[in-house]
């Protein structure tokens, strides 16, 4: 079963243990995210993830006072065009100026009363090597070393659309250093089980050698892929996704349509009420369907999903018929 459970450590302080369903905050999409946070800030008690360019730009809170532990993005999202795959459609983005040296003076001007985890930097103008991605991140990790650092694993050209992964199974050994890996969802692979399959074999090389690291997989917060990308050996999982859909038994819905499902009301509600209740509503969704995953770790029931529990035990047995490490 790759299912697992990880302690964050830093020093001899747990500041964290997974797996942890990160409600993600980002300019991008969303011009109102100060707005958001402020509202959101009432309800949220576990961590986070933000982005240093927003933090540069001033466009969220300067002080973030309300979660346990923040995850600190290097704002390569934001800095680009492009949309994930949570998005519908294409809203117009005209990103702000960014680079390392951006970054940086974010790290080196960062404090918190919360423990932070900061992102290696994905740069929006050129591509590297998955070595030199190591040694970047390496390179951040001594000059803050108050910080725990997590490698973001990108592709190495233009021209890829996905990581290089089999370079990155034969480099697992360098993983060892980082607090955590990451890897965006849409740069794994181009199907949802392909994806699963190359979580599964990463985290079977990482147990092979003794790397008790999490796996974090960026941009997946809707709750029928995270359960999968779980089940198959990540971690932790962090998107927009809570922001722009409703969660309704392990789908996702349009916010109109979520409305009236949970609550006849909601045919009369104005649009911005509607995302309000939605917005909480999708918070206390994800701290539930954590308590499902601490549950399945400890007793190997699917049932505790409720809902999709049928498919999550099909996906399962493909995964496991499929990748040689799991048999």
Known sequence: MFARRTKIVLGAQTVAETPLLLPSFSSKGFPQVRQIMSLMAEFITGPILISSYDVHYRLIPKKITFPQLLFLDS?????????????????????????????????????????????????????????????????????YPHLLWELLVKPETAKDTFISFEKLIKRVEHLRRFAVVGITEKELDDSLFGAMTKIARLRTQMNAAGIDIPIHIFGSLDPLTTVLYFLAGAEIFDGLTWLRFGYHAGKTIYYQNYAVIRDSTGLRRRTHDQYHEMWRSNYYYLEKLRTQMINFVRTGDLTHFEAIHPQLSDALTQLQATVPETR
């Not at 994930?84 to 117009?92: A, F, I, P, Q, V």
């Not at 001007?109 to 591509?127: E, G, L, Q, R």
């Open 75 to 143: 704002g390569g999202y934001e800095a680009r065009v492009e949309h994930d795959l949570s998005e519908t459609y294409g809203k117009l983005h005209k990103p702000r100026k960014w680079s390392q040296q951006l970054y940086e003076r974010v790290l080196t001007h960062w404090s918190s009363k919360w423990p932070t985890i900061a992102v290696s930097f994905d740069s929006p103008a050129k591509f590297l090597g998955l070595s030199k991605q190591i040694d970047g991140a390496v390179e951040l990790q001594k000059r």
